[in-house]
């Protein structure tokens, strides 16, 4: 049985940092694409970052500059470093690998 188990999201301030985190267990992570999505109250869910098992990573246009993808096979874990936080930000995020997803982290970006 593949988990997915996301931590890190937590209220920031504008302008701030978090760092999301999602442990995979059940299956090999290191041949799966991994990735992040999020879903903000009353809109649809968008593709945040991926990153393939080689290492090659992507970005929706909202977060390129600001938020950072990796992965550490070794710990079946992927990683999204987030920076210059908006208010705008503000959604669940998803990790997901291959087909499996996370059940979500909350992400609230507010003064």
């Known amino acids: 049985q593949v988990q997915l188990v996301e931590s890190g999201g937590g209220l920031v301030q504008p302008g701030g940092s978090l760092r999301l985190s999602c442990e995979a267990s059940g299956t090999l992570f290191s041949t799966y694409i991994a990735g992040w999505y999020r879903q903000a109250p009353g809109k649809q869910r968008e593709r945040v970052a991926r990153?393939?098992?080689?290492?090659?990573?992507n970005y929706g246009d909202s977060v390129k500059g600001r938020f950072t993808i990796s992965r550490d096979n070794a710990k079946n874990t992927v990683y999204l470093q987030m920076n210059s936080l908006k208010p705008e930000d503000t959604a669940v995020y998803y990790c997901?690998?291959?087909?499996?997803w996370g059940q979500g982290t909350r992400v609230t970006v507010s003064s």
């Open positions: 990153i393939t098992d080689g290492g090659s990573t």
């Open positions: 997901t690998l291959g087909p499996y």
